[in-house]
């Protein structure tokens, strides 16, 4: 068994040779572009689309753009006609049924739900509380606990606690405590950066490949198995306790929204696959898979987004410090109003809501140039169920990628 875990290795050697055996049969030597032919190094050259080749036998040619027209026709002109793809789906598997997975009424469905749930009136308040209690709980006596000892940390793993509590907290109403001074190891956090390595690796290699790994159970595959069982393990009691506590309908979080759509929309009949099984007890298997797949979707969209972009904005920072006197003259400027019992012209920090964010334009500024630099999902894949011409003048044909 022991040749398999290498069997990736092999490939990723493998496939370049032959790769370039074939661009050079086809091109019989010659060189007409700065681009290697059928390789997409640099997409400004092409003007933002390429058609990215492999041999056959790999399955994995795809076309791949940035050119915003195309973006506008795939996204919103012709939306009805790029899902997501069976391959996406089978890709993402861990997530079922959430919105990173479904297509049509479904993802209609989870998508205003989860709208009118952030626009709800209750919200600001909630994320405020919520984030609150971690910044003064978690954030800054981790942040002082370094700061005093002179020592150095992992700030992206920082964040990335921050955010994984926040998170389970909002969709969960459960605080896994993973931001502390000791930052202990969680095991469900642990998961979801196992899982969300092995699905990205599911896009590295050929679909063949990593389905016999996973047939096999070895290498990422076996990683993400054994990432899927604690995950179910984390989430699926939670989820159970919700949905059982129909007695308590002042509790808001976003599960708790999700149950209340499902009952008025009649969800069930949406879903074609039931769900990935494994519910437990108390409601229905089906329902309660629904909302597992739901709030790991999300959960898995709120993690890693937020967290990333804090990361890169503190990097940029650091990297140009003349933004860093910038932003803290704006916040002193905006903010210093919210004294506090310190005296004149002391910020109280509780003070500061969602409301008072929206007053630091410079600091908006700064985290949405942030995001153009490196932005956290930068790619998206989609599939026609139709051949289409996008505006660029390629031709796709129907289930390409």
């Known amino acids: 068994m022991a040749i398999f875990e290498y069997l990736e290795i092999f490939l990723f050697t493998i496939i370049p040779i032959i790769t370039i055996l074939c661009v050079w049969r086809k091109s019989n030597g010659e060189k007409t572009s700065f681009l290697p032919t059928n390789w997409p190094l640099i997409l400004s050259e092409c003007g933002g689309t390429f058609q990215m080749r492999f041999p056959r036998i790999f399955n994995m040619d795809m076309l791949i753009t940035s050119d915003p027209l195309n973006i506008d026709h795939i996204f919103s002109k012709n939306f009805a006609n790029y899902p997501k793809g069976r391959q996406f789906r089978e890709i993402f598997d861990i997530l079922g049924d959430s919105i990173f997975n479904v297509d049509d009424e479904l993802w209609e469905f989870q998508r205003k739900t989860t709208h009118s749930f952030m626009t709800g009136p209750e919200f600001n308040s909630l994320l405020e509380s919520v984030v609150w209690q971690k910044v ?167 993690r890693d987004t937020s967290a990333s972009c804090l990361t890169w904005l503190f990097w940029l920072i650091a990297k140009n410090p003349s933004t860093k006197t910038l932003i803290l003259d704006e916040i002193e400027k905006v903010l210093i109003h919210l004294k506090g019992e310190g005296g004149e012209g002391r910020i109280n920090w509780s003070l500061f809501t969602v409301r008072e964010s929206r007053k630091l334009i410079y600091l908006h500024g700064a985290m949405c140039e942030s995001l153009r630099l490196y932005p956290p999902g930068p790619l998206e894949h989609k599939s026609p169920t139709k051949s289409d011409n996008l505006p660029s003048g390629h031709y796709i044909k129907e289930n390409d990628k």
Request: hydrophobic share 40%.
């Open 136 to 302: 003064e709980n978690g954030l800054l006596p981790v942040l002082d606990y370094f700061l005093q000892g002179d020592i150095g940390f992992d700030l992206q793993d920082v964040f990335q606690r921050f955010t994984y509590d926040s998170i389970c907290k909002l969709a969960l109403d459960f605080d896994p405590g993973s931001l502390c001074v000791d930052l202990p190891f969680i095991p469900s956090m642990q998961a979801f950066c196992d899982s969300i390595g092995a699905v990205f690796y599911r896009h590295t290699l050929p679909e063949v490949v990593w389905k016999l790994q996973r047939r096999l159970q070895i290498g990422t595959e076996r990683k993400l198995l054994e990432a899927r069982k604690v995950v179910d393990k984390f989430i699926y009691p939670l989820v159970n306790n919700n949905i059982t506590q129909d007695d308590d309908d002042r509790r808001l979080n976003l599960l708790t929204t999700f149950r209340k759509a499902y009952k008025e929309k009649s969800v069930s009949s949406l879903l074609l696959l039931g769900g990935n099984g494994g519910g437990g007890g108390g409601a229905s298997s089906r329902e309660t898979n629904f909302m597992r797949d739901t709030v790991l979707g999300l959960m898995f969209a709120g």
